[in-house]
């Protein structure tokens, strides 16, 4: 039987990436969108063949009918509504970052143990077939011992271009964009909220993908603790010293311009290294590149997963994962140590400033 879906926000994210890709799966029913800008919502709807518009998330949360719903909105401002969603018993998928503080992060959480509603939260490139590739290159590695064990991890992001002149329709509208709660973590003083929640939605999916590559594959929700944070007085540029489930791992972070991407990820073993490089966001149907190198032979081979979109995967999964009962590979149970890890990392940079 077909999911009964309906999805929150109709912006950029909305329009180019998820409501598209869910329409696209068989075994959805795209029955209804949300959306606080009137016309907006209106538009959409009518190009899109949605044949009923909400006013506001509220309603979609107390529609008997619907099962599972997507989120996209602020990021100071989904979490609130993924908790309503869950509470009224909705299996949500929601945008990263799931929240801006573990104490909203855990609201979520208690939302939905209360409703009953599961929550995943869209990490796409867990489901890049380039990363899942080189995660399985790491997990054969560690198994067999033939590497040795792994000595260093890092995540690298200089970003450039991430829309990758993506040319698809979209409609707008002169209606103002609904404003935003203004949520932080309670200790965090007002003056750098904005460079935390630029951090944060930034560097979210690397610190993430770093979790993912050295977890085990049977549970991927593995602690971060954080040793070191040297950055520039923007709250951005710079470089993070991180334990994760016992390994050494830096997390660069900064910007160049660049008319392409600039993001990778890397695993050493102490006879080879794994390393994937991320291909723009919006590329349509181009997976991660993966270079693994043995040294013991001294050879280098570069590959890569099948032409799909990680971000038309996640929606499947999502999908898949309802209506089977399986459990979620980034829940919020999981994702909640990315919101602990990103807390962290800021509170040691503002202590190091004396500014907490």
């Given amino acids: 039987m ?30 209804a969108l949300a959306e606080v800008r009137p016309q907006l919502g209106a538009r959409v709807a009518t190009r899109m063949g949605i044949p009923k518009v ?65 929550l995943m939260v869209a990490y796409m490139k867990r489901h890049d077939d380039g990363n899942r590739l080189g995660r399985a290159t ?32 979209m409609d707008k509208t002169d209606e103002p964009y609904p404003p935003a709660p203004r949520v932080k973590p309670s200790w965090m003083p007002d003056e750098y909220v ?26 991927p929700g593995v602690p971060v603790g954080v040793r070191a944070v040297d950055f520039d007085d923007n709250g951005m540029t710079g470089v993070v010293v991180l334990n994760i489930g016992g390994v050494r791992a830096v997390l660069e972070s ?21 390393q994937v490089f991320s291909p ?25 997963g099948p032409w799909t979109w990680a971000f038309r995967r996640e929606a499947e999964e999502f999908v898949k994962r309802v209506q089977s009962g399986e459990p979620f590979e980034s829940s919020g149970e999981d994702t909640l140590h990315d919101v602990a890890a990103f807390e962290a990392i800021y509170r040691s940079w503002l202590h190091a400033k004396g500014a907490v």
């Avoid at 997990?139 to 200089?158: D, K, L, P, V």
């Avoid at 900064?254 to 794994?274: A, K, L, M, N, S």
């Avoid at 966001?281 to 081979?301: C, F, K, S």
Wanted: charged share 20%; aromatic share 12%; with cysteine.
């Fill in 138 to 169: 790491v997990a054969a590695w560690r198994e067999s011992g033939e590497m040795g064990r792994i000595t260093y991890a890092r995540g690298h992001g200089f970003c450039g271009d991430w829309t990758n002149n993506l040319e698809t329709p």
């Fill in 194 to 219: 904005d460079r935390y929640l630029g951090y944060l939605q930034q560097y979210t999916h690397n610190l993430n993908l770093l979790r993912w590559f050295l977890g085990p594959t049977t549970d």
């Fill in 280 to 304: 723009p966001l919006m590329a349509r149907n181009v997976p991660a590149t993966v270079q693994i190198y043995d040294g013991r032979r001294r050879e280098t081979r570069e590959t890569a």
């Fill in 254 to 274: 900064g910007g160049v311009q660049h008319h392409r991407w600039d993001e990778h990820t890397q695993i050493f073993f102490e006879r080879g290294w794994v």
């Fill in 54 to 118: 909400y006013a506001s998330h509220l309603e979609v949360a107390a529609d008997p009918t619907i099962q599972a719903v997507g989120v996209s909105a602020a990021f100071t401002q989904q979490a609130e509504i993924a908790s309503d969603l869950l509470a009224a018993g909705k299996h949500v998928f929601m945008e990263k970052p799931m929240a801006v503080s573990v104490e909203q992060a855990e609201r979520l959480l208690e939302s939905s143990r209360r409703g009953g509603g599961r």
């Fill in 2 to 31: 077909a999911l009964r879906f309906a999805y929150i926000g109709c912006g950029f994210m909305g329009q180019k990436v998820h409501i598209p890709n869910f329409r696209a799966i068989p075994d959805v029913d795209f029955v």
